[in-house]
């Protein structure tokens, strides 16, 4: 146990050691993701601006579905942590196994969205072209719904147990493959059929099916059944089940609603402006994602960490391993912003087979998107170090008021009502995030989540109780 941190960690501290330790390997698996999604939009760009439009729009909402139960079973992390810190290393392995039962609803949101899905994508006013690879897109893609849960599922509870490898070389093993599978079936290679953007999302969901059996098998493997009985704490248990929903459905509406925003914004903002700004923000947001996603890693990390510590009863720890993370993301997404501001046209020709005028303007936002990176470091982080408290209603509150009453509308306003255009909207979009930074630290900072119970409704100390007991 250390004793009294500061919270100005130099990188060599144990603090340093330990957010990195934690959360590079997520870092690097969040990584693998951000340079697939980023090639997906890069070899679909080679089709037609419309494609490049249609993949950015429909990857959002597909992205944006999974959210509402991705929200639940993340909490896994927040629950395996705080059981971890207490050496309750059973009940590690039985909220794994509700994390589990509950990725079932990738099923049941799959089937309600497929005949919705048509109405849905032709109420954004987009072109017939564009509407018609979307849905192409976004069908194919519910039939990995029920692979995202159990890789949430599975990547939470390694996380939370100190062993966030095993995510990251399954994150690589499915990225790797998504890549290969894009190539053979986008252009129709080696005999394969040429399906185009259907191709980048059939990729996806064999590369993520591929990815669950990889955290199976390490879940059900010896060293994890010796030391959390993986195989023997499997029984449904809704007492443990109505804790991650109690905590998750706030979670998940917080992560339905910061991410549904940015689709509106998108499809719904941008996209009514013209396929070129749409396209153009495609290519903006891909850049950007690779600020974005490894900055989740920490996120992740930093829930489990959080999590860890307040299962010892040290809040002051919990804290300053926030304080540091936070620094770590911003001096990361503030590099990365910089680099994007001052060579983006050049990056956008090299990777991008753009028309002129989308890659001038995809610039152009990569220039004003360059002034948030920084803030939204501190945004990601502290939704994480805040879930690990298990502070999950009063995020799903601001966020709703934020995202709604604040990103859209001035969105609105500077891109429509005062003709900015779709530079206008992304004007938008930077001061919301700002703004939200500063509400997110002052929340954390101010130890409001202190006293939050996520262990209502089971036995505290369940081990004495509890008839699947596997003591490590």
């Not at 459905?249 to 992560?255: D, G, H, Q, R, V």
């Not at 926030?322 to 590099?335: D, E, F, H, L, W």
């Not at 006293?451 to 109780?465: H, R, V």
């Amino acid at each position: 146990m250390h004793s009294n941190p500061t919270l100005t960690e130099s990188p060599c501290s144990s603090g340093f050691r330990e957010v990195m330790s934690m959360s590079g390997p997520i870092i690097l698996g969040m990584l693998s993701v951000t340079i697939m999604e980023f090639f997906d939009k890069v070899m679909v760009s080679y089709i037609s601006t419309d494609a490049l439009a249609g993949i950015g729009s429909a990857g959002i909402a597909s992205f944006s579905m999974t959210t509402l139960y991705m929200g639940i079973i993340s909490v896994v992390s927040t629950f395996v942590a705080q059981c971890y810190g207490r050496g309750e290393h059973h009940l590690c392995a039985r909220y794994g196994w509700q994390g589990l039962y509950l990725s079932l609803l990738g099923l049941v949101f799959a089937a309600i969205l497929y005949p919705l899905s048509a109405p849905m994508f032709r109420a954004m006013g987009h072109t017939e072209t564009i509407t018609a690879l979307e849905l192409e897109y976004f069908r194919i893609r519910l039939a990995g719904y029920v692979f995202v849960g159990v890789i949430t599922a599975l990547a939470a509870f390694f996380q939370a147990v100190n062993r966030s490898r095993i995510p990251m070389y399954a994150a690589i093993v499915g990225n790797f493959l998504n890549l290969s599978l894009n190539y053979l079936l986008i252009f129709g290679k080696f005999g394969f059929p040429r399906m185009g953007i259907g191709g980048a999302a059939l990729a996806t969901v064999i590369a993520m099916g591929i990815q669950s059996v990889f955290l199976l098998v390490f879940f059900f493997s010896r060293s994890f059944r010796e030391h959390y009985g993986t195989h023997r704490n499997w029984r449904f248990d809704w007492a443990r089940t109505h804790e991650l929903l109690r905590i998750g459905i706030p979670s998940a509406l917080t992560f339905f609603l910061d991410v549904a925003n940015w689709w509106i914004f998108v499809a719904f903002i941008v996209g009514r402006l013209g396929a070129v700004e749409l396209a153009a923000s495609t290519i903006a947001l891909g850049f950007i994602h690779i600020c974005f996603l490894p900055a989740i890693g920490l996120n992740h990390g930093i829930a489990a960490i959080v999590g860890q510590w307040l299962g010892r009863s040290n809040v002051a720890l919990a804290k300053a391993r926030t304080y540091t993370a936070i620094k770590i993301a911003m001096v990361y997404m503030g590099i990365m912003g910089v680099l994007f501001a001052l060579f983006g046209d050049k990056l956008i020709m090299i990777f991008f087979r753009a028309e002129p005028e989308v890659a001038l303007l995809g610039h152009k936002i990569l220039i004003l998107a360059a002034f948030f990176q920084a803030f939204d470091a501190i945004n990601i982080v502290s939704t994480g170090a805040l879930r690990g408290a298990g502070d999950t209603r009063w995020m799903m509150v601001l966020t709703f008021v934020m995202s709604y009453l604040v990103f859209l509308p001035l969105a609105v306003l500077f891109g429509f009502v005062l003709k900015g255009g779709v530079l206008g909207a992304w004007l938008g979009a930077t001061l919301f995030i700002m703004l939200l930074a500063g509400l997110l630290f002052r929340r954390f900072y101010s130890e409001a989540w202190l006293g939050i119970n996520i262990f209502k409704y089971s036995e505290p100390g369940g081990s004495a109780k509890d008839p699947e007991v596997s003591h490590s």
